[in-house]
């Protein structure tokens, strides 16, 4: 089985934020992943992971104002300055926590728009020099447009191209099994296909972003050919868990696999 890490943005929200790691390392879990740790300083986060035995998998560099319905600000050419902060602020988390991959994301907008696309472009290569002279990966993550309208990076052929293109050898693609059979299914020969630049996967049942084994995918079968592609990263569980966390990890614990939609 592949290394599993539980998404404590979406795992463990029966407790506080910080709360979480503990959760998580008391139901097995030895990784954990989160969307964004800037709501607390980096020496909390280290300080939580160190106490559990926890190994950071991965977070997101700052994604501009997310309350407010921002997703990222890397194809908003007005906003470089920003990013390039943000940046900083992520290394300086990363130092913290021993994270070797950060995934960045693009923002709202288009890929017909030029000035969009040389934006992202930029903001990749130069999030990509930052993170190489800290020796780590810079993760790039196609998300469907029906759970984020209007997402710039929606499509994973055009993403690989760019990663081909570029061939800076820290920018990875992460392979969320989610939004992959979302947007164009086809999972495990694509999973094969990319295999040389997934950099991170994650995953949750289709289509109610559950618990794995829940859905219209055979995440079993799934797993096994991760191994059997010799992926060594970490998939994170980026599921909303249908009822209380802990009472959804027979997945994690090897239950047989549920049938049928939940109630
Ligand atoms: O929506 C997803 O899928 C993600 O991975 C986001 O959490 C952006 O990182
Ligand atoms: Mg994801």
Redo the contacts with the bound molecule.
Sequence with gaps: MPRFAA?LSMMFTEVAFLDRFEAAAAAGFDAVEFLFPYEHPPEAIAERLKAHGLTQALFNLPPGDFAAGERGIACLPDRAGELRDGAETALAYARATGVMRL?MMAGLGSRQDAAAVDAYRDAVVFAAGRLADAGIDLVL?P?NGRDMPGYFLDDFDWTAALIAELGLPNVKL?F?I??RQIMRGDVATAMAALMPIIGHV?V?SVPLRHEPMTGELNDSFLFAELDRLGYAGFV?C?YRPAGATTDGLGWFHGAPPARGRAA
């Design positions: 998404n995934h993550e998300i992460q969320d989610y939004h994650q949750a994170g980026e």
